[in-house]
Nanobody
Framework: QVRLVESGGGLVQAGGSLRLSCLGSGRDFSINDMRWYRQAPGKQRELVATITSGGSTNYADSVKGRFTISRDNAKNTVYLQMNSLNSEDTAVYYC?????WGQGIQVTVSS
């Protein structure tokens, strides 16, 4: 079974940091671009960050300079380092690659 499983979410105070991880299984994801999305309550899902199979990265304007996406192909894992978090970062975060979506993980930033 091909899966993506997120971990590392939780509750953090404004100004704090979290690192999300997304572990792939059942497929070699090194050949795929990998992405992090998020969906806040009452809002549409938005693309947060992308890392290509070659390691190039792209970010939403709202997270540039605060979030960093990276990948470890040996571990079939993509990461999202989130710094200087604020209440607007509160959302369910999803990783995505190929046709596969993770189940999502909650990130809550308290002010």
């Amino acid at each position: 079974q091909v899966r993506l499983v997120e971990s590392g979410g939780g509750l953090v105070q404004a100004g704090g940091s979290l690192r999300l991880s997304c572990l792939g299984s059942g497929r070699d994801f090194s050949i795929n671009d990998m992405r992090w999305y998020r969906q806040a309550p009452g809002k549409q899902r938005e693309l947060v960050a992308t890392i290509t199979s070659g390691g190039s990265t792209n970010y939403a304007d709202s997270v540039k300079g605060r979030f960093t996406i990276s990948r470890d192909n040996a571990k079939n894992t993509v990461y999202l380092q989130m710094n200087s978090l604020n209440s607007e970062d509160t959302a369910v975060y999803y990783c995505q690659a190929a046709w596969i979506w993770g189940q999502g993980i909650q990130v809550t930033v308290s002010s």
